[in-house]
Nanobody, 121 residues
Framework: QVQLVESGGGLGQPGGSLRLSCAASGSIFSIDVMGWYRQAPGKQRDLVAL???????NYADSVKGRFTISRDNANNTVYLQMNSLKPEDTAVYYC???????????????WGKGTLVTVSS
């Protein structure tokens, strides 16, 4: 079994900051890409940011310059530092990881259950 557990969501003020964490645990051989997605009420789930095991990052245009994704490969953890928060950042944020459970298995995508981020004054 593999689990992704997010933490760090909650209420943030416009212009403020929040930091999300996501730890992967269980039977893990390797993790390639890790990332964050978000889903606002009534909308589809969209990519926020991705990071490869080598540290290459990709961001949605809406968060470039405000959000920073990073990871701790030794602890199978990915972070999302969110600065200059805007009300439109309000959403449930989901962690995603492409995980190979053993040397002999193909990698699969796993998802966390999500953490709610609300940006409001």
């Amino acid at each position: 079994q593999v689990q992704l557990v997010e933490s760090g969501g909650g209420l943030g003020q416009p212009g403020g900051s929040l930091r999300l964490s996501c730890a992967a645990s269980g039977s893990i051989f390797s993790i390639d890409v890790m990332g964050w997605y978000r889903q606002a009420p009534g909308k589809q789930r969209d990519l926020v940011a991705l990071i490869t095991s080598g540290g290459i990052t990709n961001y949605a245009d809406s968060v470039k310059g405000r959000f920073t994704i990073s990871r701790d490969n030794a602890n199978n953890t990915v972070y999302l530092q969110m600065n200059s928060l805007k009300p439109e950042d309000t959403a449930v944020y989901y962690c995603n990881a492409n995980i190979q459970r053993t040397r002999y298995r193909y990698a699969m995508d796993y998802w966390g259950k999500g953490t709610l981020v609300t940006v409001s004054s």
